[in-house]
């Protein structure tokens, strides 16, 4: 079921002669059935994607707000009804895409996904511009942007994060290994784990603080890299950022 709100509203911005500063706007909702998904898969031009996994989903929510700018009223309205949303379902993966107008002869499309999805899938996400931020989905993650941070929150196993310019943080609850591959080119690297979360990290900045929890077993430090074991050492993690610090925490023993 799609639900297509066109409220479309232009906004002046400053007039320029060669920028687009005419925005047009649109919100769309769309529901697919969660029964079977394994996997969402959702990629944006320019915007921002942020997931949220429910344990009562039975039905995926998804909802995208659409903009473009353009250098007149009437070009921003024509080009925004030319955007869409598109969204199939193959062999258990949900794919969600953002469709502007070709060519954009200068103007500037972008599309904003929130999801709502079943806990257990894995998620594939990507953007140019733009964050990610992964909330309670505990499936294997892929997640690269271009310019802007990544957030997870997260029981997940693996996750694979890679943005150019911005800061990654990753707190991962529950137990069990942890691994993956985490970098930024320019931003701090955070990864707070729980007490029973089990991983061997190798890590390296080169211009950026190093730290480490006071339980990591075996740290060894050769000038801007280190690894530790963290618990039985399940799981490898490597992080690597260019300008940034690298800091890996615990979270305390609930009561």
Known sequence: MIRSVLAIATL????????????????????????????????????????????ACTMVALRADVRIRAFTDEEAAAALARMSVTHEVVDGRLVVRGVSPEPLGGM?????????????????????????????????????????????????HRVDATTHNGNVTIRRDGDGALGGNVESQNGAITVEVGPDVHT??????????LAWPADALDVRRDGSTFSCRLGDGAGKLGIVTHNGDVTIRRTAKKN
């Open 12 to 55: 002046a911005f400053a007039a320029s002669c060669s920028l687009p500063t005419c925005e047009a706007k649109k919100v769309v909702d769309v529901e697919v059935s969660a029964a079977g998904l394994r996997t969402i898969d959702c990629e944006s031009r320019n915007g921002g994607i942020r997931i949220v996994g429910d344990p």
């Open 108 to 156: 500037i499309p972008s599309f904003e996904f929130a999801l709502v999805v079943p806990p257990a899938v894995a998620a594939r996400l990507g953007s140019h511009n733009g964050s990610l931020d992964v909330r309670g989905v505990d499936g294997d993650m892929q997640l690269e942007t271009h310019n802007g941070g990544i957030s997870v929150l997260s029981r997940t």
């Open 200 to 209: 061997t990290v190798d890590a390296s900045t080169h211009n950026g603080r």
